[in-house]
């Protein structure tokens, strides 16, 4: 029975949320649930497992902080970009080398990248050394690379060590 259902929690979770994303309960919508609570397990069983390990908590309540005044920041700096001569917009991307290694904290990396208005994770490399970051405003690329490394990867790797 493990090797058709591998997480009984997983399957059960899909098959509710099946359900209740469907504005009608009917019988066809009961058995694609089953069929979706049995297929997905199965292939999420099949993916590469990267269990995370958390390090010191204490950097969290400070980068919720820097992230929230950054999302804050960012979001005036965009439209007052935007709503001004087309020519200060200065777009371009930028490569970013990184030291964190846990995939769980690049992940969260790119999302906070994301996250920030004015910019976007766009590609990490195979070998999860360098991320490709686009920049709305990239008048500066050593310094965003700073402000990225200094402000979200340093605490990041506090974090997911």
Not at 56 to 71: A, E, F, S, Y
Request: aromatic letters at 10%; one cysteine or more; a positive charge.
């Amino acid at each position: 029975m493990k090797r058709w259902i591998p997480s009984w929690p997983l399957s059960l979770t899909i098959f509710c949320f099946w359900l209740l994303m469907n504005s009608a309960l009917s019988w066809g919508h009961a058995v694609l649930a089953v069929v979706l609570a049995i297929v997905i397990p199965l292939f999420a069983a099949r993916l590469d497992r990267e269990f995370a390990q958390i390090g010191r908590l204490r950097q969290v309540p400070r980068m919720l902080w820097v992230l929230g005044w950054d999302i804050v920041r960012s979001n005036i700096e965009v439209a007052r970009r935007v709503l001004g001569p087309e020519s200060a917009i200065t777009p371009g991307f930028v490569w970013v080398p990184l030291d964190i290694g846990n995939i769980h904290g690049i992940a969260a990396l790119t999302s906070i990248i994301t996250l920030t208005p004015g910019t976007l994770s766009a590609v990490l490399s195979d070998d999860r050394r360098h991320l490709l970051v686009h920049v709305f405003d990239l008048k500066d690329p050593e310094a965003v690379v700073a402000q990225i490394k200094h402000r979200y990867e340093a605490p990041l790797m506090e974090i997911f060590p």
